[in-house]
């Protein structure tokens, strides 16, 4: 089956460091990948949908600076969590759809941030 | 106010019992409606798939159902085993005029003792 690949899992940082993630689609193309962010007991939060060889498009209320996506290739999804802080600590999930919308998506098993 | 709200919560069932979780979702018509699982600290996995037309689907011990009149649908499992204490998400997706967003809930907590 489709396998999404999400690296680091956990990932441990200091303030005001940058902390890259990434997201792999194994055996299939992702034009659209999405970005995740998950606090204890609440929901997924959609944060952006990466969009292959175009620009990100963030939800509102994301900030586009703090957090940087690239879709470069059709396997490869980036965030970056730039100059962290303590209240970006979070759980970070990828997804992406195969096919069309009612398709499953298939998410990647995230990526556990504490900066300290 | 979230536009879909699941119950209960958290709930703890003895391996063997059935439980059924209920999803209440405000968003008709829908694109689909989907029940994921996530285990704790990984991503979630698909488990079903409902259209607007459907009312039933199952995947093995899960069975999922949808009452698009009441605008409920609920997640039930059978024979419940250890490896099934996991989160439960309910997901709606918006239709095409909402460029299908999803729509998540903030799922319930099932926890399986021996």
């Known amino acids: 089956g489709a396998v999404v690949s999400q690296h680091p899992s956990r990932v441990i940082c200091k303030s005001g460091t940058s902390v890259k993630i990434e997201c792999r689609s194994l055996?299939?193309?992702?034009?659209?990948m999405f970005w995740y962010r998950q606090f204890p007991k609440q929901s997924l939060m959609l944060m952006a949908t990466?969009?292959?060889?175009?620009?990100?498009?963030?939800e509102q209320g994301v900030e586009k600076d703090k957090f940087l996506i690239n879709h470069a290739s059709l396997t490869l999804s980036t965030l970056t969590v730039t100059s962290a802080h303590p209240e970006d600590s979070s759980f970070y999930i990828c997804?992406?759809?195969?096919?069309?919308?009612?398709?499953?998506?298939?998410f990647g098993n995230g990526t556990r941030l504490t900066v300290t | 106010k979230n536009q879909v709200e699941q119950s209960p919560q958290s709930l703890i069932i003895l391996e063997g019992k059935n439980c059924t979780l209920q999803?209440?979702?405000?968003?008709?018509?829908?694109?689909?409606l989907r029940w994921y699982k996530q285990d704790t600290g990984r991503g979630p996995v698909s488990l079903t798939i409902?259209?607007?037309?459907?009312n039933t689907k199952s995947n093995g011990r899960y069975t999922a159902t949808l009452d698009a009149d009441t605008k409920q649908s609920s997640l039930h499992i059978t024979a419940s085993q250890l490896s099934d204490s996991a989160s439960y998400i309910c997901?709606?997706?918006?239709?095409?005029?909402?460029?299908?967003?999803?729509?998540f809930g903030a799922g319930t907590t099932v926890t399986v003792r021996a």
């Open positions: 999803c209440n979702y405000t968003v008709s018509p829908f694109s689909n």
């Open positions: 990466s969009n292959e060889g175009s620009k990100a498009t963030y």
């Open positions: 997901v709606v997706s918006l239709p095409e005029s909402n460029d299908y967003k999803l729509s």
């Open positions: 997804s992406a759809r195969i096919l069309d919308v009612d398709s499953p998506l298939h």
């Open positions: 055996d299939f193309q992702a034009t659209t």
């Open positions: 409902m259209t607007f037309s459907e």
